[in-house]
Every structure is written in structure tokens, then in C-alpha cells.
């Protein structure tokens, strides 16, 4: 069974600081990966998605990948209040003919302290 | 362009009834993927469909089944419902091999 592991927190970050959000994968063959966003009471957002090793921006949100460590992981900078929700790293099985399946992690839960 | 829809959004059933929940994707997404939400197990995956037929199946018993149609819309049913069925059921749609946008869910309460 592949697995995706994340600290299930909670996470706490005062306003205005870096929050820094990890995951580890078992397979080592992945190529796509991708952080949802989860309020409560709510359905995944998709807020970035990363394919090659290196950094990759869009706005306050950073994902980082090192294919080499199977890891992931998602910086958001000049945390706010409304950031505070469950964070979901998820991971691309690559199937044969073209299948595709999300195995995601259980998530880390992100609190931001005014 | 509009986002992923389910219905019905809440099902209360009790155990042992069968239940069919519906999905229509993004326009011009072909790929509809099915996930359980559970606080226990958190997000797992039930099957994918493409141009109406099934690609991909996650390690669900025989009750979960699913069907997609020509416009891509899909269904899923669960048979002899189970307390443990009880969960957020979430669809997912992509373009072949891309980003996938999740609905709204359905929340199903079994009693």
C-alpha cells in the first residue's frame, strides 16, 4: 500500500509568520503532486500543484520538492487568520493506461493566532 | 465556467436501504474520480471513470459500484448500506491526467 504521511498536527502560527507544512511518500516512481486546502465543513480545494524538484511560487504559497528524500512541502508566507483550516498533501499513482488515483495524507491542521 | 456538482448534498438512510449519488463534472473534464471522506480513514479512494468506463478501483467491497455516462456525469451506489458507510462522499473531476477539482460532496448519514 503506497503511503503519504503528514504530521496530523494541530499547527499553530501567531499572524503574519511562516507556516511550514510537511509530507513524505513511499513510491518512488510519483510525478504529480498536490496540496489541498480543507475548511470545515468543506470539500478540498486545490491550491497548488508541483511536478519537478525545485521550489514553485504563486502568491504567498511556496511548494517544495525533493524527489530524491520523497518529500513535499508547503510554505505559506505572512500567514492569515482566514489560512486556518486542514492542509492535504496528496500524491499521483501512476497506473497503467492512463489511469489515475489521489492517495492523500490525512492532513495537518492549521491554526493561525492573531 | 462552473465547478463540479453533486446531489443530493445530505442523505440520511438507514442500514441495509441502497443509495445513488450523482456528479456532474467541470465542462469538457472526461475524468471523474470518487473519494470516502471519513475522520478515521480521512480521504480514500473508491474508483475513477473515463469516456464511460471505469480505469481505476480502490479497495472498496463489491456494494460500492459506479457508472459514468456519455456526458461524462457519473453515478455512484451503495448497496445494504452500512453504519459505516456513514461519510462525506466527494467527487473529483480532471482533463485526462490533470489537476483534479473537487464538488461540493455529499454528506450521507446512515442510522
Known amino acids: 500500500q503506497k503511503e503519504v504521511e503528514q504530521n496530523s498536527g494541530p499547527l499553530s502560527v501567531p499572524e503574519g509568520a511562516i507556516a511550514s507544512l510537511n509530507c513524505t511518500y513511499s513510491?518512488?516512481?510519483?510525478?504529480?503532486f498536490f496540496w489541498y486546502r480543507q475548511y470545515s465543513g468543506k470539500s478540498p480545494e486545490l491550491i497548488m500543484s508541483?511536478?519537478?524538484?525545485g521550489d514553485k511560487e504563486d502568491g504567498r504559497f511556496t511548494a517544495q520538492l525533493n524527489k530524491a528524500s520523497q518529500y513535499v512541502s508547503l510554505l505559506i508566507r505572512d500567514s492569515q487568520p482566514s489560512d486556518s483550516a486542514t492542509y492535504l498533501c496528496?500524491?499521483?499513482?501512476?497506473?497503467?493506461?492512463?489511469?489515475?488515483?489521489?492517495?492523500f495524507g490525512q492532513g495537518t491542521r492549521l491554526t493561525i493566532n492573531p | 465556467k462552473a465547478g463540479v456538482t453533486q446531489t443530493p448534498r445530505y442523505l440520511i438512510k438507514t442500514r441495509g436501504q441502497q443509495v445513488t449519488l450523482s456528479c456532474s463534472p467541470i465542462?469538457?473534464?472526461?475524468?471523474v474520480s470518487w473519494y470516502q471522506q471519513t475522520p478515521g480513514q480521512g480521504l480514500q479512494f473508491l474508483f475513477e471513470?473515463?469516456?464511460?468506463?471505469?480505469?481505476n478501483k480502490g479497495n472498496f467491497p463489491g456494494r460500492f459500484s459506479g457508472r459514468q455516462f456519455s456526458n461524462s456525469r457519473s453515478e455512484m451506489n451503495v448497496s445494504t448500506l452500512e453504519l459505516g458507510d456513514s461519510a462525506l462522499y466527494l467527487c473529483?473531476?480532471?482533463?485526462?491526467?490533470?489537476?483534479?477539482?473537487f464538488g461540493p460532496g455529499t454528506r450521507l448519514t446512515v442510522l
Open positions: 473529483a473531476s480532471s482533463i485526462a491526467r490533470g489537476q483534479e477539482f
Open positions: 471513470y473515463f469516456s464511460e468506463t471505469q480505469r
Open positions: 508541483i511536478y519537478s524538484n
Open positions: 465542462s469538457g473534464h472526461r475524468s
Open positions: 513510491d518512488r516512481v510519483s510525478q504529480s
Open positions: 496528496a500524491v499521483r499513482e501512476e497506473e497503467i493506461q492512463g489511469a489515475q488515483k489521489l492517495v
